[in-house]
């Protein structure tokens, strides 16, 4: 197994203990069409309008039970065919990697930012860790690049694109019928307000930064209802959710970065 997916589906919750860093949502359905499954620390989005489901991101690689948790809120994931990466991280793309047994969506079309293909030909890595350089091993058979500004239709939803560059070379976030914010990982959230994502899993937090600017600018007169983090869980479109995008997200044991997350990341 690759280092990467070894690291997050065997250590990840152990560096992770007690330092209330991310809280995602809860496996349920919310308001304005917007569902979720909790995958340990992160958060499978859909969206449905009708008949039509789409998925938002695909979580961990092989992640246990992930059919029935989506299951358990109505949604039969062999049925969804379209899901939008925001990036290419493996809790994020790791239920879509050409290598996952389970194939958490198997009948889908994938989408992903243009900048992200950069980790796929190993040109990039996707971080360097007491000087050793770590290769993002996600690899998808076949999808569909996007790129800022694309706006397009699928099964009747209306999707726009927004590159975010700065947690990884080609992060996008995508704004669902105008009123949905789904941000991946360049925010998190706490009660008061969005940072910068946390440095350690920021590939370039300066530039991670300038892109918070420029989505806050996109965002501020629109009319989005809700945001929709990877690891913060979803909140009411606020102008707080952007309120401290000039700082990173920093969490200690004496001061976590969310009080009210869970200790462990299992939970
Ligand atoms: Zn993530």
């Known amino acids: 197994m690759k280092f990467m997916y070894f690291f997050d589906n065997n250590l990840k919750r152990y560096t992770m203990y007690g330092k209330r860093m991310l809280h995602p949502a809860k496996t349920d359905n919310y308001k304005l069409g917007v569902s979720a499954i909790k995958e340990d620390d992160v958060n499978v989005w859909f969206y449905t309008k009708g008949d039509t489901t789409i998925a938002i991101d695909s979580g961990h690689l092989d992640f246990k039970g992930a059919k029935a948790l989506a299951a358990s809120i109505g949604i039969d994931t062999d049925r969804i065919s379209h899901v939008l990466l925001t990036h290419s991280d493996v809790d994020h793309c790791g239920g879509v990697d050409k290598n996952s047994r389970s194939k958490l969506f198997p009948n889908a079309r994938l989408y992903i930012g243009k900048g992200e293909e950069v980790y796929f030909d190993g040109a990039f890595c996707r971080m360097i860790k007491c000087g050793i350089p770590l290769m993002n091993?996600?690899?998808?058979?076949?999808?569909?690049?996007?790129?800022?500004?694309?706006?397009?239709?699928?099964?009747?939803?209306?999707?726009?694109?927004?590159?975010?560059?700065?947690?990884?070379?080609?992060?996008?976030?995508?704004?669902i019928d105008d009123k949905v914010l789904f941000s991946g990982d360049c925010l998190a959230i706490n009660a008061l307000g969005g940072y910068s994502l946390f440095d350690f899993f920021t590939q370039n937090p300066t530039l991670n930064k300038r892109s918070l600017i420029r989505l806050k600018e996109r965002i501020e007169n629109s009319t989005i209802e809700v945001v929709c983090t990877g690891h913060s869980g979803i909140w009411d479109y606020t102008p707080k959710v952007f309120a401290h995008i000039d700082e990173s997200a920093k969490s200690t044991m004496g001061k976590p970065f969310d009080p009210t997350a869970p200790k462990s990341i299992r939970k």
């Not at 009747?156 to 992060?171: L, N, S």
């Open 137 to 175: 091993p996600v690899r998808l058979d076949s999808y569909k690049t996007v790129s800022d500004g694309d706006i397009f239709m699928l099964d009747g939803i209306k999707v726009e694109v927004i590159e975010v560059p700065g947690h990884t070379a080609g992060h996008v976030c995508y704004i």
